[in-house]
């Protein structure tokens, strides 16, 4: 009889060499990718993460899931993506963990529709455009460096365990006390969290922070989440604020006058209109990249079983040791 088993999700696999579909008249038609059933048993397909069920329907559905964008995303999972960090910076900037398209391209925040570079750019923290390809020029240029708390790339962050996020948070103390920057910038709420440093997200406020890391001067500063699934801020106009707010404090510390290059005039926000615009900003960048939501963030992705990566040293910039800057005043 008929299979009425559990159904499982198919993706095109690869196609048979010499197999050609053919038209009434014999003539070849364009070849189309064969699918394949993912199942437990699968011998030819052994992914590490299992999607779920309806992100790869819908994916199919909209013709946005492909063998390459399967396989890539298969791939990152093995990788991490190195440190970006140097003695003596001004600013560190913090995430959670990797994702699959930062450790693909072994770049930080490299997808179009993140609003890390963009906010860089308007609160006047570079001086010019920037893209992920610039990373590893950051600190000697910037004095910003990357760094992450967790080290093994996930779908998501909702993908790491709490024993996970505790280990990585000791790492970074000890990362933070070795390379002493002037200001550790958490990009989001989940990382300076009660697992890492002992308070609750929703107690939390945006900005400069009451703590600093022990045996340093190293302030706190908390930024949303650069990413445009950030429900609180979900534009990069949002998140601005918080980007000039940062070279503010950072300008303070190192003594020099407040900057006229960028100058906030009043600051409002409605979240319903920001909602209301970033969906339409999302669906043009999804139909302009077909793998903006399957390989940049993972789509809804479940992780199955946490393994453990082998540790990638941080590629380290020698920096000269900052000296006082004299502003004249």
């Known amino acids: 009889g008929r299979n009425t088993g559990p159904q499982h999700p198919q993706v095109p696999g690869p196609r048979h060499p010499g197999r050609h579909r053919r038209g009434p008249a014999g003539e070849k038609l364009p070849e189309t990718p064969r699918l394949v059933q993912l199942t437990s048993r699968s011998t030819q397909l052994r992914p590490p993460a299992r999607f779920h069920q309806l992100s790869w329907r819908r994916a199919g559905r909209a013709g946005q899931l492909t063998w390459r964008s399967f396989k890539r995303a298969e791939l990152s999972l093995y990788q991490t993506l ?90 970074l103390l000890a990362k933070l006390q070795k390379y002493k920057p002037l200001i550790a910038a958490f990009n989001g709420k989940g990382i300076f969290c009660k697992e890492t440093f002992g308070v609750k997200a929703k107690n939390l406020e945006f ?33 601005v604020h918080f980007y000039i707010k940062l070279k503010e404090l950072r300008d303070q510390m190192r003594g020099q006058a407040p900057s006229r290059d960028v100058q906030e005039t009043d600051y409002t926000f409605d979240l319903q209109l920001a909602k209301e615009d970033a969906k339409r900003v999302a669906i043009k960048e999804e139909q302009e990249d077909p793998e903006y939501d399957i390989v940049s963030y993972g789509g809804e992705a479940e992780w199955i079983s946490p393994r453990c990566l082998p540790r990638v040293p941080s590629s380290v910039v020698s920096l000269p040791p900052q000296q006082p800057v004299d502003t004249g005043v």
């Open 82 to 171: 190195p440190d970006v960090i140097a003695h003596n910076l001004d600013i560190l900037i913090i995430g959670i963990n990797p994702g699959l398209l930062s450790a693909y391209r072994g770049h930080h925040y490299p997808n179009p529709g993140n609003h890390f570079w963009k906010c860089l750019f308007l609160s006047g923290l570079t001086d010019k455009q920037l893209n992920y390809l610039h990373d590893q020029s950051l600190p000697e240029t910037n004095g910003i460096g990357f760094t992450n708390m967790v080290e093994r790339t996930t779908p998501g962050s909702k993908d790491l365990c709490s024993k996970e996020i505790r280990e990585g948070g000791r790492q």
């Open 207 to 239: 900005g400069l922070q009451p703590y600093k890391i022990p045996q340093t001067e190293t302030v706190c500063y908390l930024m949303p989440s650069s990413s445009p699934r950030c429900a609180q801020f979900p534009r990069a106009q949002d998140k």
